[in-house]
């Protein structure tokens, strides 16, 4: 969440440079309005004038002299009437919607925004005698996507980020009511937090869609409360320009590794925790974060839906993350360059590619190794590694990997650790 400050600033050489030109206008058209009154009372007897009257028409429509323009232009049987709207004939005599429209009408109502609201920090509200200032003031706005519905509640998807620091958290719906919202858990590192609303909502959850599917060029909408509520639900289109982007964040909980998919499609302050959609309708992505640079325009990152749903799984189980922790970095070979394959000694883009490795894991793998399968089970990208020891081992579990290293099949072994003690590495 950013703060937004508009300043405008008076440049005293452009105002001295806009005063000049407004004084060559005026005294541009008063000449011009004499010589106008001069030509009305002596006109022109030459037909070969015939010209310069037509000029003349173009000028005086130009320069707002509209009461002679429309004279002239009805007596040539041209009115202000002549207007023709364009029309759309259906049997219902509606105009029709698109399926693109379709589609986000449909899926809109499952964005919410969502309201981080604060006690305020400021020394001298302590001394206050007025209680009422120690209330929680709304703090900054974001987004959320609604992603389960049952019969008395309803869970919500967005960014710790969004969420971070708030004594109370408040949700406001498409239709505009605003209902308290529960933290069910948070995760600074993947920056995903669970929210959860009490209550009978009839709003249809957002789907989601298979991140591994996306392809670089397929278009996005990303759809979220740009710069605040007042923008709600506003919608902006892309194209993926990077399925899979490596990205170093500071966080609360430090420095973080993330994988994210880039698009050009406009995220601003407050589209945070919005969803990124395909031409289906359903989410690919969480939209996280963007490059904000002034000499920078179109790249926004989102974190892929395959890993949104693993996490929020351990969230709404567990209340937080606790990860089995392997200290590897690691690329889906799939976004390896084709140039270079032959220096890895490989033939085609299957596996993960270790890109780099700690002290404690470099016992077991080398940089450059790649991860064919893990306990026997194929690993098509690093997000299937991570959903398998994620959802399916614990800390202190041995993993049994089938790696390719130099051109060779080997197998090692590697015993999981706690999150916990990737501080100690």
Do not use: C, W
């Amino acid at each position: 969440m950013e703060n937004q400050n508009n300043e405008h600033v008076n440049d005293p050489q452009n105002d001295s440079t806009m005063n000049q030109s407004e004084n060559q206008s005026t005294q541009q058209t008063e000449m011009y309005q004499a010589r106008r009154q001069e030509q009305l009372t002596n006109p022109p007897k030459s037909k070969s004038n015939a010209g310069f009257g037509k000029l003349l028409l173009a000028a005086v429509l130009g320069s707002g002299l509209t009461v002679g323009a429309t004279q002239l232009l009805d007596h040539q049987g041209i009115t202000n009437n002549s207007v023709k709207e364009a029309t759309i004939t259906t049997s219902n005599t509606k105009t029709k919607k698109s399926n693109l429209t379709q589609m986000l009408e449909s899926v809109s109502p499952s964005i919410v925004g969502v309201i981080n609201m604060q006690k305020s920090n400021n020394i001298f509200d302590y001394f206050n005698a007025d209680t009422k200032s120690n209330d929680p003031q709304e703090s900054g706005t974001g987004s959320g996507v609604i992603y389960q519905v049952n019969n008395d509640h309803a869970y919500i998807v967005t960014n710790n980020h969004v969420v971070e620091g708030a004594s109370q958290i408040k949700v406001k719906l498409a239709n505009g009511k605003t209902v308290d919202a529960d933290l069910v858990g948070k995760d600074a590192l993947t920056d995903i937090a669970v929210l959860k609303i009490n209550g009978q909502f009839n709003i249809k959850p957002m789907v989601f869609s298979n991140s591994n599917n996306i392809h670089t060029g397929d278009t996005v909408y990303a759809i979220g409360n740009p710069l605040g509520l007042e923008f709600s639900g506003s919608v902006t289109q892309g194209i993926i320009s990077a399925k899979e982007r490596d990205m170093t964040v500071k966080t609360s909980a430090g420095a973080s590794k993330v994988k994210a998919i880039q698009t050009d499609a406009a995220i601003n302050p407050g589209n945070s925790g919005g969803a990124l959609i395909n031409t289906n309708g359903e989410l690919i992505g969480i939209n996280s974060m963007k490059i904000a640079l002034t000499e920078v325009e179109g790249i926004g990152f989102a974190i892929p839906s395959n890993d949104v749903k693993t996490i929020i799984e351990q969230l709404v189980k567990d209340g937080k993350v606790i990860r089995p922790y392997m200290g590897l970095s690691l690329i889906s070979m799939e976004s390896v360059p084709e140039q270079y394959l032959e220096e890895l000694k490989v033939k085609d883009h299957k596996g993960v590619l270790v890109a780099d490795t700690d002290s404690y894991a470099g016992k077991s793998f080398k940089k450059y190794d790649i991860i064919l399968k893990a306990d026997g089970k194929e690993v098509q990208s690093d997000s299937d590694l991570r959903s398998y020891i994620y959802s399916e081992k614990k800390v202190g579990d041995v993993v049994k990997f089938t790696i390719l290293r130099d051109g060779e099949t080997k197998e090692v072994n590697l015993t999981l650790r706690s999150t916990n003690d990737q501080k100690t590495q």
